[in-house]
């Protein structure tokens, strides 16, 4: 069983709707990632939780930390957004690696 | 913006070849990752590096594998004898602290062997 689960696996919308994409593990956290990864293959972190919510311009995270679930939305969407979106964990077990989902491939058309 | 940097950004190899994947974490981060992602799959940890040596390994981290940090600023990854399996996107990563700090990956390196 893995450890984290997204979903959707694959996501495409139209240009300016709500996203929202899911993250639940089953393990103890210390911290919840949430990376974009672009077609090219290079990651970049865009939050780091461990409570509550982070808003960055139009994306926002979220996290209950008792359900193991977290959240990520992306308001006014733009085609611009398209990439995979990562959730990784850091496991309260081996607390300095991060183990990761399996990603969700979001596509917004203009 | 400190950035991760890492070269080749491809690589292509035979197989049985030795190949040295190179880092450059950023300067104050103190805390060092390797991770792969095989094409279609999700990534990967293969090791942690702290004070000069290795703090975790995964499964995948085999005598095949060896890290080394030579100079201070540099952060390599070493595979030994290159199989067709190894083929796979390579990232390095560094954090400040171990724990409640971000994560910054470098672009990987695409490995491919043949």
């Known amino acids: 069983k893995n450890e984290v689960e997204q979903s959707p696996q694959n996501l495409t919308a139209q240009e300016g709707e709500f996203i929202t994409i899911n993250c639940s593990y089953s393990?103890?956290?210390?911290?919840l990632h949430w990376l974009q990864q672009h077609p090219g293959g290079g990651i970049v972190s865009l939050f780091m939780?461990?409570?509550g919510k982070k808003k960055h311009g139009r994306l926002i995270a979220t996290i209950n930390i008792q359900e193991k679930h977290s959240s990520l939305h992306i308001t006014a969407s733009h085609p611009r957004d398209s990439a995979v979106y990562i959730c990784?964990?850091?496991?309260?077990?081996?607390?300095?690696?991060?183990?990761f989902g399996q990603g969700t491939r979001l596509t917004i058309n203009p | 913006e400190p950035e991760v940097t890492q070269t080749p950004s491809h690589q292509v190899t035979q197989m049985g070849q030795e190949v040295i994947l190179r880092c450059v974490p950023i300067?104050?981060?103190?805390?060092f990752y390797w991770y792969r992602q095989i094409l279609g799959q999700k990534v990967e940890f293969l090791v942690s590096?702290?004070?000069?040596?290795?703090?975790?390994k995964s499964e995948i981290f085999d005598d095949q594998f060896s890290v080394e940090r030579p100079d201070g600023s540099n952060f390599t990854l070493k595979i030994r004898s290159t199989k067709l399996e190894d083929s796979a996107m390579y990232f390095c990563?560094?954090?400040?602290?171990?724990?409640?700090?971000?994560?910054?990956f470098g672009q990987g390196t695409r490995l491919t062997v043949v």
């Open positions: 939780l461990s409570s």
């Open positions: 300067s104050n981060h103190l805390y």
């Open positions: 990784a964990v850091n496991p309260n077990q081996g607390a300095q690696k991060l183990v």
């Open positions: 590096f702290y004070n000069n040596e290795i703090s975790e």
């Open positions: 393990v103890g956290i210390s911290a």
């Open positions: 990563a560094s954090r400040h602290r171990e724990v409640d700090t971000e994560a910054f």
